[in-house]
C-alpha cells in the first residue's frame, strides 16, 4: 500500500528500525550519512537499497530539509554502493518511488540500485 510522502516523518517505520537494529538486514555498506543493505524481495540480480541516517520521507523531504553534508554523504554512498558492487561497467539503474503515484511503500527515503542484468524499459507498461 503506497505510503502519502507528505506526512510527518514515522520513526516506526521499516527502515528506522534497520537503521536502530532492531530487525535484521543485510548490510552492503555504512557510513556516517547511510547505510545500504540488501533489498529482502529482489526485483533484479542485484537490488540494493540506499538509505540516508537523517529522519527524511521522500526526496522532496530530504531535498528541502538535509544539509549539504547529509546530501553529500547520501549522494556519494550511493556511488560508492555502486562501485563496490561492481556495476559502474555494464551499467546499473536508480530508483526512487515517491508517494502515492511513485508506489512508495517504506516511508523512509531510499534509492534502489539494480543491476548485474539488462534491466528493460524504464517505466513497466
Ligand atoms: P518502495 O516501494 O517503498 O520503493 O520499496 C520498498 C522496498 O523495501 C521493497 O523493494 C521491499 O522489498 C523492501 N523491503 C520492505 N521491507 C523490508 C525489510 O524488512 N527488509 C529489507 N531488506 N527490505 C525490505
Redesign the pocket.
Known amino acids: 500500500m503506497p505510503i502519502d510522502a507528505t506526512l510527518p516523518y514515522d520513526d516506526a517505520n521499516?527502515f528506522a528500525k534497520?537503521l536502530r537494529g532492531e530487525?535484521p538486514?543485510t548490510k552492503v555498506y555504512e557510513d556516517e550519512w547511510a547505510f545500504a543493505?540488501?533489498?529482502?524481495?529482489p526485483?533484479a540480480e542485484i537490488h540494493t537499497?540506499v538509505i540516508p541516517k537523517g529522519r527524511y520521507v521522500s526526496w522532496d523531504d530530504f531535498s528541502a530539509k538535509a544539509s549539504d553534508a547529509e546530501i553529500g554523504g547520501f549522494v556519494r554512498a550511493v556511488g560508492t554502493v555502486a562501485r563496490a558492487k561492481g556495476l559502474v561497467e555494464l551499467g546499473y539503474r536508480l530508483l526512487a518511488?515517491i508517494g502515492a503515484h511513485g508506489?512508495?511503500?517504506?516511508s523512509h527515503l531510499?534509492v534502489?540500485i539494480f543491476g548485474g542484468q539488462p534491466l528493460g524499459r524504464m517505466i513497466s507498461a
Open positions: 521499516i534497520i530487525i538486514s543493505f540488501e533489498d529482502i524481495n526485483q537499497l518511488n508506489g512508495q511503500e517504506v531510499h534502489h
